[in-house]
């Protein structure tokens, strides 16, 4: 997940800014871990999918994806083989991860789908946002419209049933608005028309209390606004500085 990183940056607490922002997210987009598996995965998954009789879990493993190909394959990293793979129903897709829980993005139609992880297969999709954007750390979920700059929170359990129209969002009407989890499911808002970068504590079931607000004017200046939960701290900062 440079000079794009070389922005204004902000931090809630002004302190040291980490040289990567741009490439922290906690759930692992698995895109960029396709270089890892080298020619095992383009020849691997030239199979429409199939499941491995012994698959552990959380064996430290990550998924990847082949766009190529159009399949995304499981890699397990300790023994550098795909164990694993099924076919994208779209050309452009990625997976999130957060330890055994995926979620298969299919972005050309704004769809999310759980990861059968011991079957490697998509359940039934779900449709999000036009232009959504989705961040996973532990049990939390952010969903993004920067578009329209609504964000909504919810728990990996709660994603698969998501409706725009029937879950309240935390923020609306801040296009350009941007999001990101932490593993321990903290998650950091960055509100660009507001000026404010707001915190939430997100329990396993989706539920949230009042957030944490901290004000950033210089966030309404910026161009591309990009958030990182780095632990329980926001970063944020302008891509296109």
Do not use: C
């Amino acid at each position: 997940m440079g000079n794009r990183n070389r922005g204004k940056h902000v931090s809630a607490l002004r302190g040291a800014v980490p040289a990567r922002l741009r490439a922290h997210r906690k759930a692992i987009s698995a895109g960029a871990a396709v270089a890892a598996a080298g020619a095992l995965v383009a020849t691997a998954i030239l199979y429409p999918g199939f499941a491995s009789a012994d698959v552990d879990l959380n064996d430290g493993g990550v998924w990847v994806t082949n766009q190529t190909q159009g399949m995304v394959g499981h890699l397990n990293y300790p023994s550098r083989m795909l164990d694993g793979a099924y076919a994208s129903n779209s050309d452009r897709f990625d997976v999130t991860q957060h330890e055994k829980t995926v979620f298969h993005t299919n972005s050309d139609q704004a769809k999310v789908s759980p990861v059968d992880v011991a079957n490697v297969a998509r359940g039934t999709e779900v449709q999000l946002p036009a232009s959504a954007v989705l961040s996973q750390g532990g049990t939390a979920v952010a969903i993004t419209d920067p578009a329209t700059g609504s964000v909504w929170l919810t728990s990996t359990g709660s994603l698969p049933f998501f409706s725009e129209t029937e879950a309240e969002p935390v923020l609306e009407n801040s296009p350009g608005a941007a999001a990101d989890v932490s593993p321990e499911g903290t998650a950091v808002i960055a509100d660009p028309r507001g000026g404010r970068i707001h915190t939430y504590d997100v329990a396993a079931d989706g539920s949230y209390g009042e957030p944490k607000t901290t004000d950033v004017e210089e966030l309404q200046g910026f161009g591309d606004v990009q958030v990182a939960a780095v632990g329980n701290k926001p970063v944020a900062f302008d891509a296109e500085s």
